[in-house]
Protein backbone atom coordinates (compact mmCIF):
# COMPACT_ATOMS: atom_id res chain seq x y z
CA UNK A 1 0.00 0.00 0.00
CA UNK A 2 1.26 3.56 -0.83
CA UNK A 3 2.24 5.90 2.08
CA UNK A 4 -0.54 7.93 0.85
CA UNK A 5 -2.96 5.00 0.78
CA UNK A 6 -1.86 3.99 4.18
CA UNK A 7 -2.92 7.46 5.51
CA UNK A 8 -6.06 7.61 3.97
CA UNK A 9 -7.07 4.90 5.48
CA UNK A 10 -5.65 5.86 9.07
CA UNK A 11 -7.50 8.86 8.80
CA UNK A 12 -10.87 7.64 7.38
CA UNK A 13 -10.71 5.12 10.77
CA UNK A 14 -10.04 8.45 12.66
CA UNK A 15 -12.98 9.86 11.19
CA UNK A 16 -15.45 7.14 11.77
CA UNK A 17 -14.40 6.76 15.27
CA UNK A 18 -14.88 10.31 16.09
CA UNK A 19 -17.76 11.19 14.26
CA UNK A 20 -19.63 7.90 13.34
CA UNK A 21 -18.39 8.88 9.40
CA UNK A 22 -18.42 5.56 7.28
CA UNK A 23 -15.25 3.52 7.22
CA UNK A 24 -14.16 4.81 3.71
CA UNK A 25 -15.01 7.63 4.30
CA UNK A 26 -12.27 10.27 2.14
CA UNK A 27 -10.32 12.24 4.43
CA UNK A 28 -8.92 13.93 1.61
CA UNK A 29 -5.21 13.55 2.14
CA UNK A 30 -2.66 15.54 -0.35
CA UNK A 31 1.44 15.85 -0.13
CA UNK A 32 2.25 18.62 1.57
CA UNK A 33 3.28 21.33 -0.86
CA UNK A 34 6.25 23.04 1.58
CA UNK A 35 8.46 20.51 3.61
CA UNK A 36 8.20 22.85 6.42
CA UNK A 37 4.61 22.25 7.25
CA UNK A 38 5.42 17.84 6.90
CA UNK A 39 5.04 15.96 4.37
CA UNK A 40 1.24 15.19 4.40
CA UNK A 41 -1.93 16.85 5.03
CA UNK A 42 -5.31 15.62 5.95
CA UNK A 43 -7.78 18.47 4.82
CA UNK A 44 -11.19 16.57 5.93
CA UNK A 45 -11.83 19.20 8.76
CA UNK A 46 -12.56 21.82 6.89
CA UNK A 47 -15.40 20.56 4.91
CA UNK A 48 -16.54 18.37 8.07
CA UNK A 49 -17.38 21.58 10.16
CA UNK A 50 -20.39 22.43 7.96
CA UNK A 51 -21.93 19.09 8.20
CA UNK A 52 -21.30 18.57 11.72
CA UNK A 53 -21.44 22.49 12.85
CA UNK A 54 -18.42 22.54 14.63
CA UNK A 55 -15.67 24.99 14.16
CA UNK A 56 -12.96 23.67 11.91
CA UNK A 57 -9.94 23.62 14.68
CA UNK A 58 -12.05 21.63 16.88
CA UNK A 59 -13.30 19.15 14.03
CA UNK A 60 -9.50 18.65 13.29
CA UNK A 61 -8.73 18.51 16.54
CA UNK A 62 -10.67 15.71 17.20
CA UNK A 63 -9.56 13.74 13.97
CA UNK A 64 -6.15 13.81 15.85
CA UNK A 65 -7.24 12.49 19.15
CA UNK A 66 -8.59 9.68 17.48
CA UNK A 67 -5.82 9.26 14.28
CA UNK A 68 -3.29 6.03 15.58
CA UNK A 69 -0.43 7.25 13.32
CA UNK A 70 2.29 5.60 16.16
CA UNK A 71 4.00 2.85 13.90
CA UNK A 72 4.65 5.53 10.52
CA UNK A 73 4.49 9.45 11.81
CA UNK A 74 5.72 11.91 14.66
CA UNK A 75 2.71 13.85 16.76
CA UNK A 76 0.62 15.60 13.78
CA UNK A 77 0.42 18.83 14.12
CA UNK A 78 -3.21 20.98 14.09
CA UNK A 79 -2.38 23.97 11.74
CA UNK A 80 -4.40 27.76 10.26
CA UNK A 81 -7.72 27.11 9.72
CA UNK A 82 -7.63 23.62 10.50
CA UNK A 83 -5.33 21.49 8.70
CA UNK A 84 -3.72 19.23 9.76
CA UNK A 85 -0.02 18.10 9.13
CA UNK A 86 2.07 14.78 9.62
CA UNK A 87 5.86 14.14 9.12
CA UNK A 88 6.81 10.92 8.64
CA UNK A 89 8.89 9.47 11.02
CA UNK A 90 12.78 8.58 9.80
CA UNK A 91 12.76 4.82 10.69
CA UNK A 92 9.04 3.90 9.15
CA UNK A 93 10.69 5.68 5.80
CA UNK A 94 13.79 3.41 6.03
CA UNK A 95 11.47 0.67 6.40
CA UNK A 96 9.64 1.27 3.17
CA UNK A 97 12.99 1.89 1.51
CA UNK A 98 13.48 -1.73 2.61
CA UNK A 99 10.69 -2.78 1.35
CA UNK A 100 10.79 -1.59 -1.90
CA UNK A 101 14.22 -3.38 -2.44
CA UNK A 102 13.06 -6.53 -1.62
CA UNK A 103 9.87 -6.10 -4.52
CA UNK A 104 10.31 -6.30 -8.29
CA UNK A 105 7.33 -3.76 -8.22
CA UNK A 106 9.54 -1.39 -5.48
CA UNK A 107 6.30 -1.82 -3.44
CA UNK A 108 3.44 -1.04 -5.67
CA UNK A 109 0.95 -3.85 -6.02
CA UNK A 110 -1.16 -4.69 -8.69
CA UNK A 111 -4.67 -3.02 -8.77
CA UNK A 112 -7.01 -5.41 -6.99
CA UNK A 113 -9.55 -4.48 -9.20
CA UNK A 114 -8.50 -5.26 -13.01
CA UNK A 115 -10.44 -3.76 -15.37
CA UNK A 116 -10.77 -4.16 -19.36
CA UNK A 117 -9.45 -1.32 -20.56
CA UNK A 118 -9.12 -0.11 -24.24
CA UNK A 119 -6.84 2.43 -25.50
CA UNK A 120 -7.36 3.99 -28.70
CA UNK A 121 -4.73 6.20 -29.71
CA UNK A 122 -2.24 7.05 -33.10
CA UNK A 123 -4.73 6.47 -34.99
CA UNK A 124 -3.57 7.36 -38.60
CA UNK A 125 -4.63 8.01 -41.42
CA UNK A 126 -3.99 6.06 -44.66
CA UNK A 127 -3.13 7.54 -47.41
CA UNK A 128 -2.51 10.46 -45.60
CA UNK A 129 0.96 12.09 -43.90
CA UNK A 130 0.92 10.67 -40.06
CA UNK A 131 1.74 14.08 -38.60
CA UNK A 132 2.75 15.81 -34.96
CA UNK A 133 -0.74 15.05 -33.82
CA UNK A 134 -0.60 11.35 -34.07
CA UNK A 135 2.93 11.59 -33.11
CA UNK A 136 1.57 12.60 -29.68
CA UNK A 137 -1.93 10.51 -29.70
CA UNK A 138 1.33 7.90 -30.46
CA UNK A 139 3.29 8.56 -27.25
CA UNK A 140 0.96 10.08 -24.44
CA UNK A 141 -1.50 6.60 -25.64
CA UNK A 142 1.37 4.52 -25.72
CA UNK A 143 2.56 5.59 -21.93
CA UNK A 144 -0.98 5.38 -20.75
CA UNK A 145 -1.36 1.87 -22.37
CA UNK A 146 2.40 0.47 -20.11
CA UNK A 147 1.14 2.11 -17.17
CA UNK A 148 -2.54 0.81 -16.77
CA UNK A 149 -1.04 -2.67 -17.68
CA UNK A 150 1.66 -2.23 -14.96
CA UNK A 151 -1.02 -1.72 -12.70
CA UNK A 152 -2.49 -4.89 -13.51
CA UNK A 153 -5.33 -3.98 -15.86
CA UNK A 154 -6.23 -6.03 -18.84
CA UNK A 155 -4.99 -3.62 -21.45
CA UNK A 156 -6.54 -3.51 -25.63
CA UNK A 157 -4.61 -1.01 -27.88
CA UNK A 158 -6.22 -0.25 -30.25
CA UNK A 159 -4.94 1.75 -33.98
CA UNK A 160 -8.46 3.25 -34.87
CA UNK A 161 -7.16 3.82 -38.42
CA UNK A 162 -8.50 5.82 -40.86
CA UNK A 163 -9.11 3.44 -43.73
CA UNK A 164 -12.89 4.26 -45.03
CA UNK A 165 -14.62 6.95 -46.49
CA UNK A 166 -15.32 8.83 -49.43
CA UNK A 167 -11.72 10.20 -50.24
CA UNK A 168 -11.21 6.37 -51.34
CA UNK A 169 -13.02 7.03 -54.11
CA UNK A 170 -10.69 9.81 -55.53
CA UNK A 171 -7.94 7.41 -54.33
CA UNK A 172 -8.84 4.22 -56.15
CA UNK A 173 -9.91 6.17 -59.27
CA UNK A 174 -6.16 8.05 -59.26
CA UNK A 175 -4.67 4.90 -58.66
CA UNK A 176 -6.49 2.77 -61.84
CA UNK A 177 -5.36 6.11 -63.74
CA UNK A 178 -1.74 6.41 -62.46
CA UNK A 179 -0.43 2.85 -62.40
CA UNK A 180 -2.72 0.58 -63.90
CA UNK A 181 -0.43 -1.91 -63.57
CA UNK A 182 -0.87 -2.23 -59.58
CA UNK A 183 -3.76 -3.72 -59.99
CA UNK A 184 -3.19 -6.53 -62.24
CA UNK A 185 0.02 -8.09 -60.40
CA UNK A 186 -0.94 -9.86 -57.69
CA UNK A 187 1.99 -8.83 -55.65
CA UNK A 188 2.37 -5.88 -53.55
CA UNK A 189 3.51 -2.89 -54.89
CA UNK A 190 5.39 -0.05 -54.29
CA UNK A 191 3.70 3.10 -54.66
CA UNK A 192 6.19 5.50 -53.70
CA UNK A 193 5.00 8.58 -51.62
CA UNK A 194 2.02 8.04 -50.73
CA UNK A 195 1.49 11.61 -49.61
CA UNK A 196 2.31 13.10 -52.99
CA UNK A 197 -0.08 10.85 -54.54
CA UNK A 198 -2.79 11.59 -52.37
CA UNK A 199 -2.00 15.44 -53.51
CA UNK A 200 -2.09 14.38 -57.10
CA UNK A 201 -5.13 12.38 -57.00
CA UNK A 202 -7.18 15.61 -54.88
CA UNK A 203 -5.80 17.82 -58.14
CA UNK A 204 -7.22 15.80 -60.38
CA UNK A 205 -10.26 15.71 -58.07
CA UNK A 206 -10.70 19.20 -57.73
CA UNK A 207 -9.94 19.94 -61.89
CA UNK A 208 -11.72 17.50 -63.23
CA UNK A 209 -15.28 16.68 -63.70
CA UNK A 210 -15.28 13.67 -65.49
CA UNK A 211 -12.84 11.99 -62.47
CA UNK A 212 -15.35 13.40 -59.95
CA UNK A 213 -17.78 11.61 -61.35
CA UNK A 214 -15.56 8.35 -61.77
CA UNK A 215 -14.17 8.44 -58.06
CA UNK A 216 -18.60 8.63 -56.60
CA UNK A 217 -18.98 5.66 -58.50
CA UNK A 218 -15.45 4.01 -57.58
CA UNK A 219 -17.02 4.78 -53.79
CA UNK A 220 -19.96 2.58 -54.33
CA UNK A 221 -17.55 0.05 -56.24
CA UNK A 222 -15.30 -0.11 -52.94
CA UNK A 223 -18.84 -0.33 -50.74
CA UNK A 224 -20.13 -3.02 -52.46
CA UNK A 225 -16.66 -5.24 -52.67
CA UNK A 226 -16.05 -4.63 -56.33
CA UNK A 227 -12.88 -6.42 -57.16
CA UNK A 228 -10.47 -4.38 -59.05
CA UNK A 229 -11.54 -1.16 -56.43
CA UNK A 230 -11.30 -3.93 -53.23
CA UNK A 231 -7.68 -4.37 -54.50
CA UNK A 232 -6.37 -0.90 -54.95
CA UNK A 233 -8.11 -0.40 -51.63
CA UNK A 234 -5.74 -2.70 -50.30
CA UNK A 235 -2.70 -2.01 -52.12
CA UNK A 236 -3.62 1.92 -50.80
CA UNK A 237 -3.58 0.57 -47.27
CA UNK A 238 -0.43 -2.29 -47.13
CA UNK A 239 1.48 0.73 -48.54
CA UNK A 240 0.64 3.15 -45.62
CA UNK A 241 1.07 0.35 -43.04
CA UNK A 242 4.36 -0.02 -43.94
CA UNK A 243 4.97 3.70 -43.31
CA UNK A 244 3.51 3.93 -39.93
CA UNK A 245 5.28 0.52 -39.16
CA UNK A 246 8.60 2.29 -39.84
CA UNK A 247 7.54 4.98 -37.27
CA UNK A 248 6.21 2.40 -34.72
CA UNK A 249 9.48 0.16 -34.93
CA UNK A 250 11.37 3.57 -34.34
CA UNK A 251 9.40 4.29 -31.27
CA UNK A 252 8.97 0.97 -30.06
CA UNK A 253 4.97 0.97 -29.96
CA UNK A 254 2.79 -2.03 -30.65
CA UNK A 255 -0.67 -1.87 -31.64
CA UNK A 256 -3.33 -3.79 -33.03
CA UNK A 257 -4.78 -2.22 -36.20
CA UNK A 258 -8.42 -2.21 -36.50
CA UNK A 259 -9.14 0.45 -38.42
CA UNK A 260 -12.71 2.35 -39.42
CA UNK A 261 -13.60 -0.59 -41.81
CA UNK A 262 -13.78 -3.15 -39.53
CA UNK A 263 -16.83 -1.41 -38.25
CA UNK A 264 -18.59 -1.49 -41.71
CA UNK A 265 -20.68 -4.60 -41.27
CA UNK A 266 -22.44 -3.18 -37.31
CA UNK A 267 -23.46 0.85 -39.39
CA UNK A 268 -26.92 -0.15 -40.15
CA UNK A 269 -27.28 -1.91 -37.11
CA UNK A 270 -26.34 1.82 -35.63
CA UNK A 271 -29.28 3.17 -37.60
CA UNK A 272 -31.73 0.46 -36.81
CA UNK A 273 -31.44 0.93 -33.36
CA UNK A 274 -31.64 4.38 -33.02
CA UNK A 275 -34.35 4.28 -35.16
CA UNK A 276 -36.15 1.26 -32.83
CA UNK A 277 -35.66 4.01 -29.99
CA UNK A 278 -36.67 6.70 -31.62
CA UNK A 279 -33.68 8.93 -31.11
CA UNK A 280 -33.30 9.17 -34.95
CA UNK A 281 -34.81 11.94 -37.12
CA UNK A 282 -35.03 12.77 -40.70
CA UNK A 283 -33.47 15.98 -41.02
CA UNK A 284 -33.52 17.75 -45.07
CA UNK A 285 -32.94 14.10 -46.05
CA UNK A 286 -30.36 13.21 -43.50
CA UNK A 287 -30.79 10.61 -40.14
CA UNK A 288 -30.08 12.53 -37.08
CA UNK A 289 -30.08 12.58 -33.72
CA UNK A 290 -30.51 16.23 -32.06
CA UNK A 291 -28.25 17.01 -29.47
CA UNK A 292 -28.71 17.65 -25.90
CA UNK A 293 -26.64 20.65 -24.91
CA UNK A 294 -25.23 21.54 -28.26
CA UNK A 295 -27.04 24.05 -30.27
CA UNK A 296 -25.70 25.49 -33.76
CA UNK A 297 -25.73 29.28 -34.29
CA UNK A 298 -29.29 29.86 -34.51
CA UNK A 299 -29.74 28.30 -30.90
CA UNK A 300 -31.58 25.26 -32.08
CA UNK A 301 -30.09 22.06 -31.08
CA UNK A 302 -27.54 20.47 -33.16
CA UNK A 303 -28.04 17.42 -35.28
CA UNK A 304 -25.22 14.44 -34.94
CA UNK A 305 -25.58 13.17 -38.64
CA UNK A 306 -25.72 9.20 -38.69
CA UNK A 307 -26.39 8.49 -42.19
CA UNK A 308 -25.97 10.99 -44.92
CA UNK A 309 -28.84 12.15 -47.61
CA UNK A 310 -26.89 9.77 -49.95
CA UNK A 311 -26.63 7.05 -47.69
CA UNK A 312 -23.22 6.91 -46.73
CA UNK A 313 -22.21 6.89 -43.25
CA UNK A 314 -19.96 9.10 -40.86
CA UNK A 315 -16.80 9.15 -38.88
CA UNK A 316 -19.20 9.53 -35.81
CA UNK A 317 -20.99 6.69 -36.89
CA UNK A 318 -18.13 4.89 -37.25
CA UNK A 319 -17.61 5.85 -33.38
CA UNK A 320 -20.96 4.67 -32.06
CA UNK A 321 -20.49 1.22 -33.49
CA UNK A 322 -16.84 1.01 -32.13
CA UNK A 323 -18.48 1.62 -28.77
CA UNK A 324 -21.51 -1.19 -29.10
CA UNK A 325 -18.49 -3.41 -30.05
CA UNK A 326 -15.82 -2.47 -27.80
CA UNK A 327 -18.25 -2.89 -24.41
CA UNK A 328 -20.35 -6.22 -26.07
CA UNK A 329 -17.57 -8.07 -27.93
CA UNK A 330 -14.09 -6.44 -25.98
CA UNK A 331 -16.16 -6.61 -22.95
CA UNK A 332 -14.51 -3.18 -22.01
CA UNK A 333 -15.06 -1.05 -18.77
CA UNK A 334 -13.07 1.77 -19.49
CA UNK A 335 -12.41 3.12 -23.10
CA UNK A 336 -9.59 5.75 -23.32
CA UNK A 337 -9.40 7.94 -26.96
CA UNK A 338 -6.15 9.73 -27.19
CA UNK A 339 -6.52 12.62 -29.79
CA UNK A 340 -5.88 16.32 -30.14
CA UNK A 341 -8.05 18.62 -28.05
CA UNK A 342 -9.96 19.29 -31.68
CA UNK A 343 -12.12 16.58 -31.65
CA UNK A 344 -13.19 17.06 -27.91
CA UNK A 345 -17.15 18.05 -29.54
CA UNK A 346 -17.30 15.11 -31.64
CA UNK A 347 -16.47 12.42 -28.36
CA UNK A 348 -19.15 14.43 -26.43
CA UNK A 349 -21.59 14.10 -28.87
CA UNK A 350 -20.91 10.72 -29.74
CA UNK A 351 -20.89 9.66 -26.05
CA UNK A 352 -24.05 11.26 -25.38
CA UNK A 353 -25.78 9.55 -28.31
CA UNK A 354 -23.89 5.89 -27.11
CA UNK A 355 -25.70 6.58 -23.47
CA UNK A 356 -28.76 8.03 -24.59
CA UNK A 357 -29.31 4.94 -26.35
CA UNK A 358 -28.40 2.38 -23.70
CA UNK A 359 -25.43 1.19 -25.46
CA UNK A 360 -23.19 2.08 -22.32
CA UNK A 361 -23.50 -0.60 -19.89
CA UNK A 362 -23.26 1.05 -16.06
CA UNK A 363 -19.83 1.64 -14.62
CA UNK A 364 -18.35 1.43 -18.46
CA UNK A 365 -16.15 4.53 -18.51
CA UNK A 366 -15.24 6.59 -21.92
CA UNK A 367 -12.94 9.28 -21.48
CA UNK A 368 -11.97 11.48 -24.08
CA UNK A 369 -7.61 12.18 -23.15
CA UNK A 370 -7.02 15.04 -24.96
CA UNK A 371 -3.66 17.14 -26.18
CA UNK A 372 -3.09 20.41 -26.82
CA UNK A 373 -0.15 21.14 -29.99
CA UNK A 374 2.92 21.07 -31.60
CA UNK A 375 4.29 24.33 -32.13
CA UNK A 376 7.62 25.40 -33.50
CA UNK A 377 10.16 27.70 -32.16
CA UNK A 378 8.54 30.73 -33.42
CA UNK A 379 5.37 30.02 -31.65
CA UNK A 380 3.04 28.87 -34.82
CA UNK A 381 1.92 25.22 -35.84
CA UNK A 382 5.26 23.12 -36.40
CA UNK A 383 6.23 23.15 -39.64
CA UNK A 384 8.92 23.48 -42.48
CA UNK A 385 10.50 26.69 -43.26
CA UNK A 386 8.74 25.67 -46.74
CA UNK A 387 5.37 25.88 -44.57
CA UNK A 388 5.10 22.16 -45.09
CA UNK A 389 4.41 19.73 -42.31
CA UNK A 390 6.93 17.81 -41.37
CA UNK A 391 7.06 13.70 -42.04
CA UNK A 392 7.70 12.59 -38.80
CA UNK A 393 10.34 10.15 -40.27
CA UNK A 394 12.51 13.15 -40.92
CA UNK A 395 11.97 14.60 -37.43
CA UNK A 396 13.09 11.54 -35.56
CA UNK A 397 16.07 11.20 -37.67
CA UNK A 398 17.23 14.56 -37.00
CA UNK A 399 16.49 13.98 -33.19
CA UNK A 400 18.45 10.67 -33.66
CA UNK A 401 21.26 12.48 -35.70
CA UNK A 402 21.50 15.47 -33.00
CA UNK A 403 22.14 13.13 -30.68
CA UNK A 404 24.77 11.14 -32.27
CA UNK A 405 26.88 14.58 -32.78
CA UNK A 406 26.32 15.32 -29.27
CA UNK A 407 27.44 12.20 -28.00
CA UNK A 408 30.73 12.02 -30.24
CA UNK A 409 31.72 15.62 -29.06
CA UNK A 410 31.63 14.38 -25.52
CA UNK A 411 32.78 11.00 -26.65
CA UNK A 412 35.57 11.69 -29.15
CA UNK A 413 37.12 8.07 -29.13
CA UNK A 414 34.13 6.28 -28.41
CA UNK A 415 33.73 3.21 -31.15
CA UNK A 416 30.59 3.46 -33.52
CA UNK A 417 28.89 0.40 -32.04
CA UNK A 418 28.42 2.11 -29.29
CA UNK A 419 27.33 5.51 -30.53
CA UNK A 420 24.92 4.29 -33.03
CA UNK A 421 22.45 2.14 -31.01
CA UNK A 422 22.89 5.02 -27.98
CA UNK A 423 22.35 8.07 -30.21
CA UNK A 424 18.93 6.33 -31.91
CA UNK A 425 17.73 5.68 -27.92
CA UNK A 426 18.73 8.97 -26.65
CA UNK A 427 17.04 11.04 -30.00
CA UNK A 428 13.83 8.96 -29.42
CA UNK A 429 13.63 9.28 -26.16
CA UNK A 430 14.16 12.86 -26.05
CA UNK A 431 11.47 13.28 -28.30
CA UNK A 432 8.91 11.10 -26.42
CA UNK A 433 10.37 12.86 -22.68
CA UNK A 434 9.21 16.19 -24.26
CA UNK A 435 6.02 15.82 -25.29
CA UNK A 436 5.28 13.44 -21.97
CA UNK A 437 7.26 15.56 -20.01
CA UNK A 438 4.30 18.96 -20.15
CA UNK A 439 0.97 18.42 -19.19
CA UNK A 440 -0.82 17.33 -22.29
CA UNK A 441 -4.06 19.63 -22.17
CA UNK A 442 -1.34 22.76 -22.96
CA UNK A 443 0.63 23.44 -26.13
CA UNK A 444 3.59 22.40 -26.24
CA UNK A 445 7.40 24.19 -28.08
CA UNK A 446 9.00 21.44 -30.17
CA UNK A 447 12.99 22.46 -29.77
CA UNK A 448 15.58 19.84 -30.49
CA UNK A 449 18.16 21.70 -28.27
CA UNK A 450 15.86 21.95 -25.30
CA UNK A 451 14.75 18.09 -25.42
CA UNK A 452 18.51 17.33 -26.12
CA UNK A 453 19.85 19.12 -23.55
CA UNK A 454 21.45 17.34 -20.69
CA UNK A 455 20.25 20.16 -18.66
CA UNK A 456 16.91 20.33 -17.08
CA UNK A 457 13.70 17.96 -17.14
CA UNK A 458 14.85 16.31 -20.17
CA UNK A 459 15.39 12.67 -21.55
CA UNK A 460 19.59 13.34 -21.46
CA UNK A 461 19.09 14.11 -17.47
CA UNK A 462 17.27 11.40 -16.37
CA UNK A 463 19.19 8.82 -18.80
CA UNK A 464 22.73 10.21 -17.32
CA UNK A 465 21.17 10.31 -13.85
CA UNK A 466 20.96 6.79 -14.20
CA UNK A 467 24.10 6.03 -15.87
CA UNK A 468 25.90 8.33 -12.94
CA UNK A 469 24.35 5.70 -10.17
CA UNK A 470 25.20 2.86 -11.89
CA UNK A 471 28.95 3.68 -12.39
CA UNK A 472 28.67 5.16 -8.29
CA UNK A 473 27.95 0.94 -8.08
CA UNK A 474 30.45 -0.32 -10.39
CA UNK A 475 33.22 2.04 -8.76
CA UNK A 476 32.34 0.41 -5.60
CA UNK A 477 32.32 -3.46 -6.90
CA UNK A 478 28.77 -3.53 -7.07
CA UNK A 479 26.17 -3.75 -9.67
CA UNK A 480 23.47 -2.05 -9.10
CA UNK A 481 21.44 -2.98 -11.72
CA UNK A 482 21.13 -6.96 -11.01
CA UNK A 483 22.82 -7.07 -7.72
CA UNK A 484 20.89 -7.44 -4.70
CA UNK A 485 22.14 -6.11 -1.64
CA UNK A 486 22.09 -8.45 1.42
CA UNK A 487 19.86 -8.36 3.92
CA UNK A 488 22.45 -8.65 6.62
CA UNK A 489 24.19 -5.28 5.14
CA UNK A 490 20.98 -3.53 5.58
CA UNK A 491 20.01 -4.81 8.95
CA UNK A 492 20.14 -1.70 10.69
CA UNK A 493 19.28 0.46 7.97
CA UNK A 494 18.60 4.11 8.98
CA UNK A 495 18.60 7.48 7.18
CA UNK A 496 20.50 10.05 9.12
CA UNK A 497 21.47 12.77 7.06
CA UNK A 498 18.68 15.10 5.99
CA UNK A 499 19.58 14.73 2.35
CA UNK A 500 19.37 11.04 2.91
CA UNK A 501 15.81 11.33 4.18
CA UNK A 502 14.59 14.07 1.38
CA UNK A 503 15.31 11.09 -1.28
CA UNK A 504 14.33 8.46 0.30
CA UNK A 505 10.98 10.43 1.09
CA UNK A 506 10.75 10.81 -2.75
CA UNK A 507 11.38 7.10 -3.54
CA UNK A 508 8.73 6.12 -1.35
CA UNK A 509 6.02 7.99 -3.39
CA UNK A 510 6.48 6.25 -6.09
CA UNK A 511 3.22 4.10 -5.48
CA UNK A 512 0.85 6.82 -5.38
CA UNK A 513 2.50 8.81 -8.07
CA UNK A 514 1.43 5.92 -10.41
CA UNK A 515 -1.76 5.05 -9.22
CA UNK A 516 -2.18 9.19 -9.97
CA UNK A 517 -0.83 8.91 -13.38
CA UNK A 518 -3.85 5.93 -14.11
CA UNK A 519 -6.24 8.09 -12.39
CA UNK A 520 -5.58 11.33 -13.91
CA UNK A 521 -3.87 10.11 -17.08
CA UNK A 522 -1.21 12.89 -16.99
CA UNK A 523 2.00 11.06 -17.59
CA UNK A 524 3.89 14.78 -16.66
CA UNK A 525 3.39 13.57 -13.44
CA UNK A 526 5.52 10.91 -13.66
CA UNK A 527 8.14 13.07 -15.44
CA UNK A 528 7.92 15.45 -12.46
CA UNK A 529 8.25 12.75 -10.61
CA UNK A 530 11.40 11.26 -12.19
CA UNK A 531 12.98 14.68 -12.50
CA UNK A 532 12.51 15.57 -9.08
CA UNK A 533 14.33 12.03 -7.88
CA UNK A 534 17.08 12.48 -10.02
CA UNK A 535 17.24 16.72 -8.53
CA UNK A 536 16.73 14.72 -5.45
CA UNK A 537 19.63 12.15 -6.09
CA UNK A 538 21.70 14.84 -7.56
CA UNK A 539 21.75 16.20 -3.87
CA UNK A 540 21.94 13.99 -1.85
CA UNK A 541 25.36 12.48 -3.91
CA UNK A 542 26.40 16.29 -3.14
CA UNK A 543 26.47 16.12 0.36
CA UNK A 544 26.97 12.61 1.29
CA UNK A 545 29.74 10.25 0.06
CA UNK A 546 28.90 6.83 -0.81
CA UNK A 547 31.91 4.79 -1.35
CA UNK A 548 33.96 6.67 1.10
CA UNK A 549 31.68 6.39 4.34
CA UNK A 550 31.84 3.89 7.32
CA UNK A 551 30.50 0.78 6.95
CA UNK A 552 27.24 0.24 7.67
CA UNK A 553 26.03 4.00 6.09
CA UNK A 554 28.15 3.01 2.69
CA UNK A 555 25.50 0.42 2.52
CA UNK A 556 22.90 1.92 3.84
CA UNK A 557 23.98 4.59 0.90
CA UNK A 558 24.48 1.96 -1.25
CA UNK A 559 20.99 0.74 -1.05
CA UNK A 560 19.57 4.28 -1.74
CA UNK A 561 21.75 4.29 -4.77
CA UNK A 562 20.16 1.48 -5.59
CA UNK A 563 16.35 2.35 -4.85
CA UNK A 564 17.04 5.35 -7.31
CA UNK A 565 18.21 3.84 -9.95
CA UNK A 566 15.31 0.80 -10.05
CA UNK A 567 12.66 3.36 -9.50
CA UNK A 568 14.39 5.85 -12.55
CA UNK A 569 14.67 2.59 -14.56
CA UNK A 570 10.67 1.47 -14.03
CA UNK A 571 9.80 4.68 -14.22
CA UNK A 572 11.29 5.44 -17.56
CA UNK A 573 10.21 2.17 -18.54
CA UNK A 574 6.55 2.93 -18.25
CA UNK A 575 7.35 6.44 -20.26
CA UNK A 576 8.20 3.89 -23.02
CA UNK A 577 12.30 5.01 -22.37
CA UNK A 578 14.42 2.26 -22.19
CA UNK A 579 17.79 3.02 -20.22
CA UNK A 580 21.30 3.28 -21.72
CA UNK A 581 24.70 1.89 -20.14
CA UNK A 582 27.38 4.43 -20.40
CA UNK A 583 26.41 8.39 -22.80
N1 LIG B 1 -8.07 9.02 -37.55
C1 LIG B 1 -8.43 10.08 -36.65
C2 LIG B 1 -7.57 11.31 -36.94
O1 LIG B 1 -6.55 11.23 -37.58
C3 LIG B 1 -8.26 9.71 -35.19
C4 LIG B 1 -9.13 8.58 -34.72
C5 LIG B 1 -9.33 8.59 -33.23
N2 LIG B 1 -10.12 7.52 -32.73
C6 LIG B 1 -11.44 7.39 -32.86
N3 LIG B 1 -12.02 6.32 -32.38
N4 LIG B 1 -12.17 8.33 -33.43
O2 LIG B 1 -7.91 12.39 -36.51
Redesign the pocket.
Known amino acids: MSVLALLRDRFAIACHRAFGLPRNYDPAIAAAKDPKFGDYQCNAALGLAKSLQRPPRTVAQNIIDHVDLGDCCDLPELAGPGFINVRLRGDFVAQQIQQMLRDDRLGLPMTQSPQRVIV ?2 S ?3 IA ?1 EMHV ?2 LR ?1 TIIGDCLARVLAYLGHDVLRLN ?3 DWGTQFGMLITYLREACPEALVHSNALELGDLVAFYRAAKQRFDEDDTFRDTARLAVVDLQTGEAIARRAWTLLCEQSRREFEKIYTLLDISLIERG ?1 SFYNPYLSAVVDDLTASGLLQQDGGAACVFLEGFTNKDGNPLPLIIQKSDGGYN ?1 AT ?2 LA ?1 IRYRTTQDRADRIL ?4 MG ?1 SG ?2 AQVFQVARRAGWVPEGVELTHVPFGLVLGEDGKKFKTRSGDTVPLKVLLDEAIARAEKDLRDRNPEAATDFIHPTAQVIGIAAVKYADLSQNRTSNYLFSYDKMLSLQGNTAPYLLYAYVRICGIGRKGGIDLETQTLQPDQLQYFSLREPAELVLAKHLIQWGETIEAVAIELLPNRLCQYLFELSQKFNQFFEQCPVLQAEEPGRSHRLALCQATARTLKLGLGLLGIPTVAKM
Open positions: DFSPNKGHSHVGEYTDAYVTDQHF
